[in-house]
Antibody
Framework: QVQLQESGPGLVKPSETLSLTCTVS????????WSWIRQPPGKGLEWIGY???????NYNPSLKSRVTISVDTSKNQFSLKLSSVTAADTAVYYC?????????WGQGTTVTVSS | QSVLTQPPSVSAAPGQEVTISCSGN????????VSWYQQLPGTAPKLLIY???KRPSGIPDRFSGSKSGTSATLGITGLQTGDEADYYC????????????FGTGTKVTVL
């Protein structure tokens, strides 16, 4: 049973870079797409982007200039970096398996942008 | 700003049926498969329906999906208190650099 676990700072200062890691356990990161999705407080889901295990990526056009998703197959992990954050980036951040269908999700991690 | 529109809320009594609509256009729903997710309070979303009308293993047949033109619909029959949750549709949009998009979300309340 594949499980995903997000990790990273829960508080980030405005203008800094948000960095999160998703660790995949119970299965290999290879041969799948892996995504990041976020949910601002009280709002709906927003797709951030995905990465294939080989390294190819696709990002939300509205975030593309600030987002980098990378993969480390040796650690069975993939990561999210979001630069120049503002209060609008405050959200629960989920990692998930898939590029269009998300059959496995992490529990989510709350990131607050505040000084 | 989501490109997929859902009603903010729907409600019904236990045992009854509800339907949730997801409206898009030819760049998204009209030419791509739709999936549906259930998000119980305080938890991560869960895949309910994929490829318009298929259920993953373990999803009861009380949940069904359909698509017609540029709209999709999720149906829930035999409503249970445990179905009280937020529901989201999802697909991808070829006009947005193949971005993945979600609906605005619908809160289902069991009266």
């Amino acid at each position: 049973q594949v499980q995903l676990q997000e990790s990273g700072p829960g508080l980030v200062k405005p203008s800094e870079t948000l960095s999160l890691t998703c660790t995949v356990s119970g299965g290999s990161i290879s041969s799948y797409y892996w995504s990041w999705i976020r949910q601002p407080p009280g709002k709906g889901l927003e797709w951030i982007g995905y990465i294939y295990y080989s390294g190819s990526t696709n990002y939300n056009p509205s975030l593309k200039s600030r987002v980098t998703i990378s993969v480390d197959t040796s650690k069975n992990q993939f990561s999210l970096k979001l630069s120049s954050v503002t209060a609008a980036d405050t959200a629960v951040y989920y990692c998930a398996r898939g590029d269009l269908l998300y059959g496995v999700w992490g529990q989510g991690t709350t990131v607050t942008v505040s000084s | 700003q989501s490109v997929l529109t859902q009603p903010p809320s729907v409600s019904a009594a236990p045992g009854q049926e509800v339907t949730i609509s997801c409206s898009g256009n030819s760049s998204n729903i009209g030419n791509n498969y739709v999936s549906w997710y259930q998000q119980l309070p305080g938890t991560a979303p869960k895949l309910l329906i994929y490829d318009n009308n298929k259920r993953p293993s373990g999803i009861p047949d009380r949940f069904s999906g359909s698509k017609s033109g540029t709209s999709a619909t999720l149906g829930i029959t035999g409503l249970q208190t445990g179905d009280e949750a937020d529901y989201y549709c999802g697909t991808w949009d070829s006009s947005l650099s193949t971005a993945r998009v979600f609906g605005t979300g619908t809160k289902v309340t069991v009266l």
